[in-house]
């Protein structure tokens, strides 16, 4: 029988040594981007927050397509940019528009946009020529690799168009907001739901029969498509929590709650002026008891005469600051260390912003709004992710939902758009954030006689598409195995590894939760075939190897540690598991009642934990001298936890926690089980059937012990891959 090998991958930034069959390959390598912008702030964030959400925040050119401004040319605006451009040329020709031209150089012409804050600079930007971008995609292509071409806006729709249309096999194309014209003439379109708002019938009710055909979108998304809640940004985790450390000066003495009011100004589409800020400044009037403080910031679109009332009505209030433009930009200190924030309803961007925080957020004006952006606030309303603003609220009382995640769920097509395209195989390294793509070629021309078949494992969803283009182009030489189910055909792959919770929609409940006409459209459609290995949990790295190693590892933090030890694991909300600030109470309440019964508690919060669960942990419990709370700072203590620990809590959210913690046959209670829904309420309740987990409710004695068979599921399942190895002739090489 052959053997197994997994090879090294090659490295992707030094040719020397590289084998051969990485050589044709090699120029699938995406390194660079260009963004073309249109001069307005909104519409190149999108931009560059998707190139930086990609990791090219450091290799990526900036051009701008720049439109004629002042003057008559403000009656221009419609017309295509080239088009535009033309005429504004023909005109200047023309002696008569002189005092025009006069005229429109005394007008306030608009600031260059600024970055986070800061000025992008001009000599950071290019003119956006079409001609120059091709002929740099077209001679840096052998040795760079394909260029990622991303615009934004209607001013840049020809200029991105015409770069896919010259040099098609060097670049890919993404156009950010429906570019009204066919779809084939870019690589994807990223572009909001409320974008299609034309198509539905509350749509069509407002567009007269005989302009239906005019009016754009006239078709439902196809494949290009990929359809976002809100705007794309440049605010994630990692932006969060450096602004958090940069900002801590300013920020960490503000009383608390601190609620952010963003202020932006009328648009065509969503049109208020001072009785919308006179009832703003009434609202957050009302609402300065509940807070600690109120900080209020303006765009650039804010009429003199909104924020003059502002100012006016709350300008001398102690608890309230309002930004003046002319200290530092305080915009990514206020998403970091606000507690809450109010936004009016004509900016998308500012409203996504502040949601992809997690934390509260209140719309004020959103009855003002028209069109297609009703469309927008029903939709974040109907979700949880927003409220409007009446000033009867409550800034202390904190609610929660799943934080937008519209740039990271974008870039994560077009990570798969790339995998797909012309048999590329783009693989992305997202611990070290590196991206490494290798052609299909690779999979046919590995030695097979001298190294044997490749063990190709995938997981996610994000995967799906690499790991069955592999399976499809290369099947002699590989063995596939996803991990977790595809939602697809499962022969696309040699075996899938998926928990039996996620055939819950087979189930006599599951199909209840299910109306009769979406059935046919929910997967799995079918009983797990024989390609197809059912485990209780989520796969891990967890075995009696791992644990007696971190129990010698971590012996002089945890040998001297008072017992029983209870350790508390606490997750955070996701979309079929909401909680917030009330079972957070709940488990610091419950926590304290067991005290009596431990020697010590040891508690930790993953990245996902929001920071008002963390805060009322950390105020309940964190002055308990038996209570050790893990600040994030010091070394990792997950395995000494699972090593040293007497028994486990752990919050009902993280199936990946819970399946590690019932590996070790130690007691794991969980807590917040009764808020999951879907496929996860099965999940809790097999492993409550099968005695393996039992809920905590704070009457529990923890130095009285039980225990249960450990989950081995990861065993189990390579034990399978080895058994399906076997039938096709092959073996793994240790």
């Known amino acids: 029988m052959r053997p197994i090998q997994l090879p090294e991958p090659p490295s992707p930034t030094g040719r020397k040594g590289t084998p051969d069959i990485f050589e044709s390959g090699v120029h699938t390598f995406v390194r660079r981007a260009v963004v073309i912008g249109n001069g307005f702030p909104a519409s190149e964030n999108q931009s560059i927050g998707l190139v930086r959400a990609l990791g090219f925040s450091d290799k990526h050119l900036l051009y701008r397509v720049t439109r004629p401004r002042g003057g008559i040319n403000e009656w221009l605006q419609w017309l ?11 005109v200047t020709m023309i002696s008569g528009y002189s005092p025009l031209l006069l005229r429109s150089q005394q007008k306030k012409f608009m600031p260059l946009p600024s970055e986070n804050g800061t000025s992008a600079g001009l000599s950071t930007v290019l003119e956006a020529d079409v001609k120059q971008i091709v002929n740099l995609a077209r001679e840096t292509y052998e040795k760079e690799g394909p260029l990622l071409v991303v615009a934004s806006g209607r001013d840049t729709i020809s200029t991105a168009s015409s770069i896919k249309r010259l040099a098609s096999d060097n670049v890919f194309v993404v156009q950010i907001l429906h570019p009204r014209l066919s779809l084939n003439r870019f690589d994807m379109v990223i572009t909001p739901k409320h974008d299609y708002y034309p198509l539905t019938p509350q749509g069509q009710k407002q567009v007269p029969q ?14 290009h498509v990929v359809l976002t809640m809100g705007a794309l940004h440049q605010i994630d985790f990692t932006s969060i929590r450096s602004a958090a450390a940069m900002w801590h000066d300013e920020f960490a003495h503000v009383p608390r709650p601190l609620l ?62 309002i930004w003046d433009g002319q200290e530092s930009n305080l915009h990514m200190g206020h998403l970091a260390w606000a507690d809450a924030f109010v936004v009016t309803a004509d900016s998308v961007s500012m409203i996504s912003e502040a949601c992809s925080t997690g934390k509260p957020v209140y719309v004020v004006g959103a009855e003002c709004c028209r069109w297609k952006f009703t469309e927008f606030h029903q939709s974040l309303r109907e979700q949880g992710v927003v409220r409007p603003f009446t000033g009867s ?29 012309e048999d590329i195989i783009y693989f992305i390294d997202t611990v070290n954030r590196k991206h490494r793509c290798y052609s299909c070629n690779f999979f046919h021309k590995t ?15 994000d995967t799906i598409s690499t790991a069955s283009s592999i399976k499809r182009l290369a099947s002699d030489n590989v063995f596939v195995v996803q991990i977790l189910h595809p939602r697809l055909s499962l022969n696309r792959f040699d075996m899938v590894i998926t928990p039996k919770h996620d055939y819950y929609p087979l189930t006599p409940q599951g199909q209840k939760q299910v109306p009769q006409f979406l ?54 909300p996701t979309r079929n598991c909401q909680y917030g600030i009330d079972l957070a109470k709940q488990l610091a309440a419950n926590v304290h009642n067991v005290l009596d019964s431990c020697g010590s508690v040891r508690i930790s919060f993953s990245q996902r934990t929001p920071q008002k669960v963390s805060n009322i942990i950390v105020k309940e419990l964190g002055n308990n001298p038996k209570v050790h709370i893990w600040d994030g700072q010091e070394s990792n203590l997950h395995m000494g936890h699972l090593a040293w620990a ?9 199936v990946s926690m819970i399946s590690e913690a019932c590996s070790t046959g130690k007691p794991v209670y969980v807590v917040g089980a009764e808020c999951c829904r879907w496929k996860f309420t099965e999940f809790h309740q097999s492993l409550r059937e099968q005695g393996v987990v039992r809920p905590f409710t ?37």
């Open 447 to 461: 030695d097979f006689e001298m190294e044997g078949p490749l063990l190709v494992v995938a997981s996610g969803r």
């Open 80 to 90: 295509p940019v080239s088009l535009h451009i033309k005429i504004k040329y023909i």
């Open 519 to 572: 059935r046919s459209w929910i997967t799995p459609r079918d009983p797990p075939d024989s390609h197809v290995v059912l485990t209780m949990g989520a796969l891990h790295q967890i075995d009696f190897t791992s644990i007696r190693s971190a129990a010698a590892m971590w012996h002089d933090e945890f040998a001297h540690v008072p017992r029983p030890l209870l350790v508390v694991n606490i997750g955070g």
């Open 260 to 321: 952010v009011v963003n202020i932006g100004g009328p648009t065509r589409n969503c049109q208020y002026g001072i009785d919308l800020a006179k009832q703003l400044a009434a609202n957050v009037h009302n609402v300065l008891d509940s807070c600690g403080s109120v900080r209020i910031s303006f765009s650039q679109r804010t009429p003199q005469k909104v924020s003059n009332i502002i100012v006016k009505e709350l300008g001398n209030n102690p608890k309230v600051h």
């Open 210 to 223: 005989f302009l239906r055909s005019w009016i754009t979108p006239r078709d439902p998304p196809d494949s």
């Open 698 to 734: 704070g009457s529990e004695d923890i130095s009285e012990s039980w225990s249960y068979p450990p989950l081995n599921d990861t065993a189990d399942a390579a034990k399978r891959v080895h058994e399906a190895l076997a039938v096709r002739g092959w073996k793994v090489k240790n």
């Open 393 to 421: 609220e409550d800034i202390s009382e904190s609610w929660s939902y799943p934080p937008l995640n519209d740039t990271a769920d974008a870039a994560k097509r077009v990570h798969e758009a790339l995998a797909v395209r």
């Open 646 to 654: 007497d028994a486990f809590v752990v919050t009902a959210d993280s």
